[in-house]
């Protein structure tokens, strides 16, 4: 019902990458399907490659498909399959090139936009194939190392065009949305490096004031959009993250209970965010902050 021809435009060898399978006999979950073994309380299980590789003598059934220029491979969705990381220390450099062609069953998986414009001998327009470039990168967002404004701008063409989608596919690209945004956001918490921020390291009140004034508004629509579409996927009933919801929620509440308390600070520490807010400033003289209530 769903098969892939994956095609080798360069030599694709196990030193520089190639296709790994596991073969339909050694994956409990290649007939059975992963969800009914886990309804079984199988001891084995966990995520579908874990009960496939049990123990050491497991890894021997794993398969490599290298291809010459040009040589295809056919599977189907079923089987487990992977591109292996090229030897970094190969003589050969050049990159491992390879395209996919992917044919499904309407039955089994629709279209993701509307067949009729790959009819015919011309291609389809190009808006058409830039929405699916864009949700395609959304849904495979975490093999490449998109910056947050990417998946926004990936997103924000999705939505625009969402008429054009699929709806079962539409949906799935808008929660990976929401999933790319978290990861994305995770990793700018722990490397503030690659965040598109600008800091005074010479002066310290500069450098609270700056990163208020350079993040606050896209921070704050990129949390709205996630927001709609995390409240979207709850009222449909899909999605994985209900209890995210829930919790952006309870913060955006807390933060509104709190919005009525301001930063009274001190002489010295006079300064000023965009909002008129005062920019708290980072000391260990905590005690000489006092909340006031706004009237």
Same mark, same amino acid.
């Given at each position: 019902?769903?098969?892939?021809?994956?095609?080798?435009?360069?030599?694709?060898?196990?030193?520089?990458?190639?296709?790994?399978?596991?073969?339909?006999?050694?994956?409990?979950?290649?007939?059975?399907?992963?969800?009914?073994?886990?309804?079984?309380?199988?001891?084995?299980?966990?995520?579908?490659?874990?009960?496939?590789?049990?123990?050491?003598?497991?890894?021997?059934?794993?398969?490599?498909?290298?291809?010459?220029?040009?040589?295809?491979?056919?599977?189907?969705?079923?089987?487990?399959?992977?591109?292996?990381?090229?030897?970094?220390?190969?003589?050969?450099?050049?990159?491992?090139?390879?395209?996919?062609?992917?044919?499904?069953?309407?039955?089994?998986?629709?279209?993701? !936009?509307?067949?009729?414009?790959?009819?015919?001998?011309?291609?389809?327009?190009?808006?058409?194939?830039?929405?699916?470039?864009?949700?395609?990168?959304?849904?495979?967002?975490?093999?490449?190392?998109?910056?947050?404004?990417?998946?926004?701008?990936?997103?924000?063409?999705?939505?625009?065009?969402?008429?054009?989608?699929?709806?079962?596919?539409?949906?799935?690209?808008?929660?990976?949305?929401?999933?790319?945004?978290?990861?994305?956001?995770?990793?700018?918490?722990?490397?503030?490096?690659?965040?598109?921020?600008?800091?005074?390291?010479?002066?310290?009140?500069?450098?609270?004031?700056?990163?208020?004034?350079?993040?606050?508004? %896209?921070?704050? %629509?990129?949390?709205?959009?996630?927001?709609?579409?995390?409240?979207?996927?709850?009222?449909?009933?899909?999605?994985?993250?209900?209890?995210?919801?829930?919790?952006?929620?309870?913060?955006?509440?807390?933060?509104? %209970?709190?919005?009525?308390? !301001?930063?009274?600070?001190?002489?010295?520490?006079?300064?000023?965010?965009?909002?008129?807010?005062?920019?708290?400033? !980072?000391?260990?003289?905590?005690?000489?902050?006092?909340?006031?209530?706004?009237?």
């Amino acid at each position: 019902k769903y098969v892939t021809m994956w095609t080798a435009l360069s030599e694709a060898t196990p030193e520089n990458s190639c296709l790994y399978v596991i073969p339909k006999k050694f994956d409990p979950g290649y007939t059975l399907g992963d969800d009914a073994i886990e309804d079984t309380n199988d001891k084995n299980d966990g995520d579908p490659l874990s009960r496939a590789l049990t123990g050491k003598e497991a890894f021997q059934n794993i398969r490599a498909l290298p291809r010459n220029i040009g040589e295809s491979v056919l599977f189907t969705h079923r089987i487990m399959h992977w591109g292996s990381r090229g030897n970094p220390d190969s003589h050969r450099n050049d990159p491992r090139i390879a395209i996919s062609f992917v044919c499904s069953d309407p039955e089994f998986e629709k279209p993701y !936009v509307d067949p009729n414009y790959f009819k015919g001998e011309s291609i389809p327009p190009f808006r058409i194939r830039l929405l699916l470039v864009c949700a395609q990168l959304l849904i495979y967002y975490q093999r490449f190392d998109l910056p947050k404004d990417v998946i926004r701008a990936c997103y924000e063409y999705c939505k625009k065009n969402s008429g054009d989608l699929d709806e079962s596919y539409r949906k799935k690209v808008f929660v990976e949305f929401v999933k790319a945004m978290k990861e994305a956001g995770l990793q700018e918490d722990s490397n503030p490096d690659k965040a598109s921020i600008s800091v005074h390291k010479q002066n310290p009140k500069e450098e609270i004031v700056n990163l208020v004034v350079t993040g606050d508004d %896209d921070d704050s %629509d990129e949390e709205d959009a996630m927001m709609q579409e995390m409240l979207d996927a709850e009222t449909g009933g899909y999605g994985e993250f209900e209890d995210d919801y829930d919790e952006e929620v309870e913060e955006d509440e807390s933060e509104e %209970d709190e919005e009525g308390a !301001v930063d009274v600070l001190d002489d010295d520490e006079e300064a000023t965010s965009l909002f008129g807010k005062r920019a708290q400033n !980072v000391d260990d003289n905590a005690d000489s902050r006092k909340k006031a209530k706004v009237t």
